[in-house]
């Protein structure tokens, strides 16, 4: 009987981890993700990435694994970080640290905002990579008179944040198409409708978006690229030496009846 009990115990449990796998599945996947650019190698889109990290979510977020010295890996000098992303009494070696109070923070927002130093290689899941996450989801916040922050976001339903980038992007509102499906009637997303104008154009907004995002991709693994790069001189050289040692093995061994 305890046999029976504990064998139990483990069933439940596996059905539970499914339930909470299929649910965080299903909270994906309400709106398709927007493939999201890769301009991790692209050296301006990364400065404006990281001007943008500073000046918008920065403010809230934290980066504590990333210090600011870090970002003369993308081109900027030590002047620069000091000029134009240290605006208060940061240090250029020190980490990028929030400044609110996470007391203060789980009062307006319901919890402290999270660090963002790998978000993008956290939110990976199965509507597509993390970055792909981020870059649908800053691009989908909604005006919602019933939220405490007035809008809401259509990749993560009831979220706490509000929209910092509204004023580069203006203020939208989703459209919907009505069909029945299986005898009920359902909204379907079909699109966007302008309200009121950002200060950005539209295709000026998601591409400041996907430097924001390249940005934040660049953060999660700053070697990334000198990884991929070294790795593909690595397999080079391993064919190349593959090639030599099968034919130095005919050489050796042509004259072995």
Same mark, same amino acid.
């Given at each position: 009987?305890? /046999?029976?009990?504990?064998? $139990?115990?483990?069933? +439940?449990?596996?059905?539970?981890?499914? &339930?909470? =796998?299929?649910? *965080?599945?299903?909270?994906?996947?309400?709106?398709?993700?927007?493939?999201?650019?890769?301009?991790?190698?692209?050296?301006?889109?990364?400065?404006?990435?990281?001007?943008?990290?500073?000046?918008?979510?920065?403010?809230?977020?934290?980066?504590?694994?990333?210090?600011?010295?870090?970002?003369?890996?993308?081109?900027? /000098?030590?002047?620069?970080? $000091?000029?134009?992303? +240290?605006?208060?009494?940061?240090?250029? &070696?020190? =980490?990028?640290? *929030?400044?609110?109070?996470?007391?203060?923070?789980?009062?307006?927002?319901?919890?402290?905002?999270?660090?963002?130093?790998?978000?993008?290689?956290?939110?990976?899941?199965?509507?597509?990579?993390?970055?792909?996450?981020?870059?649908?989801?800053?691009?989908?916040?909604?005006?919602?008179?019933?939220?405490?922050?007035?809008?809401?976001?259509?990749?993560?339903?009831?979220?706490?944040?509000?929209?910092?980038?509204?004023?580069?992007?203006?203020?939208?509102?989703?459209?919907?198409?009505?069909?029945?499906?299986?005898?009920?009637?359902?909204?379907?997303?079909?699109?966007?409708?302008?309200?009121?104008?950002?200060?950005?154009?539209?295709?000026?907004?998601?591409?400041?978006?996907?430097?924001?995002?390249?940005?934040?991709?660049?953060?999660?693994?700053?070697?990334?690229?000198?990884?991929?790069?070294?790795?593909?001189?690595?397999?080079?050289?391993?064919?190349?030496?593959?090639?030599?040692?099968?034919?130095?093995?005919?050489?050796?061994?042509?004259?072995?009846?």
């Amino acid at each position: 009987m305890k /046999t029976m009990g504990f064998s $139990k115990k483990i069933v +439940l449990g596996l059905l539970l981890a499914l &339930g909470l =796998t299929l649910g *965080a599945h299903a909270s994906e996947g309400g709106l398709a993700w927007d493939k999201a650019p890769n301009k991790t190698n692209d050296m301006g889109a990364l400065q404006n990435g990281a001007k943008l990290f500073v000046n918008y979510c920065l403010n809230c977020h934290s980066a504590a694994f990333m210090r600011f010295n870090r970002l003369k890996d993308i081109g900027l /000098t030590e002047q620069q970080i $000091k000029d134009n992303l +240290l605006f208060t009494t940061e240090k250029v &070696g020190e =980490t990028m640290k *929030a400044a609110i109070d996470p007391k203060q923070a789980k009062e307006w927002f319901g919890g402290n905002p999270p660090d963002l130093t790998v978000i993008a290689r956290s939110r990976a899941g199965a509507g597509g990579t993390g970055a792909d996450y981020l870059y649908t989801y800053m691009r989908t916040f909604y005006p919602d008179a019933g939220k405490p922050t007035g809008w809401n976001n259509l990749v993560f339903p009831n979220i706490g944040m509000p929209h910092v980038l509204w004023e580069l992007q203006g203020t939208r509102k989703p459209v919907y198409d009505t069909k029945e499906e299986h005898g009920h009637v359902v909204q379907v997303f079909k699109g966007w409708e302008q309200v009121t104008p950002g200060t950005m154009t539209p295709l000026q907004y998601d591409q400041a978006v996907g430097d924001l995002v390249s940005y934040l991709q660049w953060m999660g693994e700053p070697s990334q690229n000198d990884r991929v790069r070294v790795g593909v001189w690595v397999l080079l050289f391993l064919c190349l030496f593959t090639v030599i040692a099968w034919r130095l093995n005919a050489a050796f061994w042509k004259d072995v009846k």
